[in-house]
Each structure stands twice: as structure tokens, then as C-alpha cells.
């Protein structure tokens, strides 16, 4: 069970810092990449420098430390019957961005291009309007405080609306930051619930066990 919960909390550490070194490290690798005005996923768009590199170095990794992580607190968290279905969709997340690896958009990432950007906007849509439904079925949870559940009905309402407004062309100029505040809020929220999470599951100290025998 120690070993279990400090395993979560490591990954939780883990997914943080290999979100910020793709994001970051990623747009490093690229000088005149934008965080404000284009999509994450043209960081390994298409026929771009270190696109495979940023893919395979940056998306992958996160996208398999963010869902062991969903896997690791399945059995803690407070879920159940249509929450719980709501808490698997967020699996959708680290899908998507492994997805986005595989299938890596063109530059500029067109509501049409290549086969590859076709798949890419399908896996895109599919996971942004499940995500929404994911959050709304979390709202659902058992025995959680009426503030609780307005919490995750509000960050579904922020998600849907954020990734409306990115792909609004009149405001194509800010959709980067747009999406990054549609992560930042949804998945810094789920960050924190999944260390609350670890902290609450914790056992007694050594101290204690004693104590109690």
C-alpha cells in the first residue's frame, strides 16, 4: 500500500514535469513557435523541425505517464456507476496525445489536409467533446459536497467553451493560449485531486502501526 501511494504520487510529480518539458522544451526547439497563437500539436506538425523528436520524446511519454497515472488512483477514487465512466473517459486525454504522435497534423493544423490531419481532427473532436461529457459524469460522483459538484460541472462548461472559442478563425491569433488555458485549469484541477487522493489513501506511519498493535 506505501509503496502503491508514493508510486501515485511520483507519477503525479512525473506527469507534471513531462508536460512542462514537452510543452516548453518542445517550444524551445523551435524559435518561431508560438505558445500564444498556435495548437500544441504543431509542435510535431508535419515536415517541421524536431517534429518526430518532440512526438516520440514529448507527446508519447506524457500521454503513458498521465494514463498510468488515471490507472494507478482507479481503485481510491470516489467514483462509481456513471462517474465511474466518466472518470475512464478522462483516459481519453493521454490518447489523444499519443494519438498525436502517430498521426501529427500538417502545418497549421487545417480543418483539412492529409490523411494524417483528417485523423488527427477526428481524434481531436472525439476526445474534446468526451472530455466534456467525462466531466460532467464526474459531477455525478457519490457522497461529494454540492460545491464539489458545481466545480465539475463549471470546469466542463470552461472546457467546452475554451475549445469553441479556439477554433473561432476570428480569434485564431490567441487559439494557443486558449487551449493551453483549457489544460492548464481542467488538468491542474485533476493534478491536485489525484495528490488529494494519495494523501487521503495514505497509510498510518510506522510509528502509529505500532502504537496499534
Known amino acids: 500500500m506505501v509503496t502503491k ?22 517550444g524551445a526547439l523551435k524559435p518561431e513557435y508560438s505558445h500564444i497563437g498556435q495548437f500544441i500539436s504543431e509542435l510535431n506538425a508535419t515536415g517541421t523541425a524536431y517534429a518526430q523528436v518532440i512526438g516520440w520524446v514529448g507527446f508519447v511519454p506524457f500521454g503513458l505517464l498521465f494514463g498510468l497515472l488515471i490507472i494507478s488512483l482507479a481503485d481510491v477514487a470516489p467514483v462509481k456507476g456513471a462517474s465511474r465512466i466518466g472518470y475512464w473517459l478522462l483516459m481519453l486525454q493521454p490518447i489523444a496525445y499519443i494519438g498525436s504522435a502517430l498521426a501529427p497534423c500538417d502545418i497549421g493544423c487545417p480543418v483539412e489536409g492529409s490523411l ?15 472530455t466534456t461529457v467525462a466531466l460532467l459524469l464526474l459531477s455525478l460522483a457519490p457522497r461529494i459536497s454540492v460545491y464539489t459538484r458545481g466545480l465539475w460541472a463549471l470546469l466542463a462548461l470552461v ?3 475554451l475549445f469553441t472559442l479556439m477554433l473561432d478563425s476570428s480569434l485564431e491569433q490567441w487559439r494557443g493560449i486558449l487551449q493551453r488555458l483549457a489544460e492548464w485549469i481542467v488538468f491542474g484541477v485533476l493534478l491536485v485531486c489525484a495528490w488529494k487522493l494519495s494523501v487521503a489513501n495514505k497509510p498510518l506511519n510506522s510509528d502509529a502501526a505500532r502504537g496499534a498493535r
Open 5 to 26: 501511494i508514493m508510486d501515485s504520487r511520483r507519477l503525479i510529480i512525473a506527469v507534471l514535469v513531462s508536460y512542462l518539458i514537452m510543452l516548453f522544451g518542445g
Open 116 to 130: 494524417s490531419q483528417t485523423i488527427h481532427n477526428i481524434l481531436g473532436l472525439f476526445t474534446y467533446s468526451l
Open 159 to 161: 472546457w467546452l467553451l
